[in-house]
Structures are given as structure tokens and as C-alpha cells.
């Protein structure tokens, strides 16, 4: 049998886990106007993940 799951790191977030733990305040903020930060709603671990290319391009569709 085919398993046609997507693979982990490619599977969709739960809207709870992605909004859960969000802020205003982690989106583009004055020291980091390019980046937004993702807190991990279990572990608390954050990071802060680029939102344009080199380019000044968007990462990902309006």
C-alpha cells in the first residue's frame, strides 16, 4: 500500500498550533523587519524565519 501522507516536514500546521501562539509582536517587529518569529506551542522553542529572498522578494503568496 502507497502511503500518499505528506512527509512530516511538509505537513500542514493545525490553524490552534500556528495561531495559538502568536503575537503581533513577532510579526516583522523594528529590529527584525523582514522576519516573523515562530514560538513551538509544546516546547516553547523559538526562531525567527526570513519572510523576502536576497531579492526582497516574498517567500510565500499574498
Not at 6 to 11: D, H, K, L
Not at 21 to 32: C, D, N
Not at 39 to 49: C, L, Q
Amino acid at each position: 500500500m502507497l502511503d500518499t501522507r505528506c512527509p512530516p516536514a511538509r505537513r500542514p500546521q493545525r490553524e490552534e498550533h500556528v495561531f495559538g501562539a502568536f503575537e503581533i509582536s513577532h510579526y516583522r517587529p523594528k529590529e527584525r523587519p523582514n522576519s516573523v518569529k515562530i514560538v513551538h506551542p509544546k516546547n516553547g522553542e523559538e526562531a525567527w524565519w526570513p519572510l523576502f529572498d536576497d531579492r526582497g522578494e516574498a517567500l510565500s503568496p499574498n
